[in-house]
């Protein structure tokens, strides 16, 4: 963490950088464009989803298992009873509705795309809130803005800053929450998203914590974290995310004066703040896919397969890329900002839901067919009787997909037809 005196060092640099970033806008744009470029300079865009209110959910095959299932190769998102996700501040929604950038340390956890329970899929997209459409009692979705010890935050125990390195103290907090009598016979769904710091602030001697961030120490500390949570809560599907590729960034910092400010203390491994020796972008791009490649082969080692136990890497933000809009401004295509928080890195909550949606639908997607990238319209996969079940590696290859996107095609007939402005 960086002591009182930098921070007050920073703050003072940032608020002279923005004032004279409005003063020369005012000067080249005129008071037409004033307002709009010093909302650019603070990072005031709107960061939600539109509201949903006019059609229904897609999906029409929503039924429970007969008998609760005590395969996890056998887990329709019905069963699924208590939601959880460890990681860093991805998991935590820092930053993902900031009004503008004095706010991007606040963490917005009941709207993590993973874990947030706020609303429902119609205001919030996320994960728990879909699964509510399937068993309206599940449990475990965060409900506040706060940290990770705060009251009403339940089962999103993501800690801001937090690394392959520290996920074990989070996956033991897990176990003491879940472990008892209580939840045993319950399945349980847990996401795991981390790595973003390990990349970020490790591998480049910055002012921060040096610790060995290569591959092979990253997955020895995920596989730690991944046995202990094996060991000890039975009945869980476990949702590994790689991490997002942080060398978008690099896309982004033409889009707001304060972007080219904020990255390099965000991600300093790449963007040079605090006296780190960055990376260039094809280092990072192959420590990440180093990490990446490391985890495939862990999880695919047969490790974590047990009949009420199983790990699915989720490959869904794998081969992301920035979103672009027109500018009247500037009068081209520049990179939308409106899907990331102030601080160009976070995801908005407009981009938590896509993320949800990318992620449900790696979820029912067999092992081999599961998407790596986003769109700001994708598909809605649906359960269907001939495929009830979450894709796991063992079940992945007596899946069959057809007719999984025909619940979403009836839903954008419906949507055409009645000119539906807001939709999934």
Partial sequence: MLNCSVLLSVRKWTLSILCLSIFFSFLKYGDCFLQESINNILGIVPREQCKMYSVGFPCKYIQKSSSPPDNVNKLQPADIEIVAALGDSVIGSTAALAPNFFHENTEYRGISYAIGGLGTWRTVMT??????????????????????FDRGTNLNLAVPGATSLTLFDQAKRLVRLLGGSRYKDKWKLVTIHIGHNDVCTHPCNTTYTEFDASPTMFRRRLQKSLDYIRDHLPKTFVNYIPLMDVTITEELIDGLPFCSFAVPYVCPCLHGGFGGNPLTRDQMKELQNGYLKEMYNLINSDRYERRDFTVVLQPAFTDIRPFYAYNRRSRKLEPDLTYFGPDCLHPSQKLHALMARALWNNMLSPENEKQTNWSPTPPLLCPTPNSPYLATRSNSRNMVTKGMDSDFATYMRVVLQNRVKCYI
């Fill in 127 to 148: 994960i728990p809130n879909i699964l509510r459409v399937f068993n309206p009692d599940v449990e475990g979705g965060a409900v506040i803005f706060g940290g990770p």
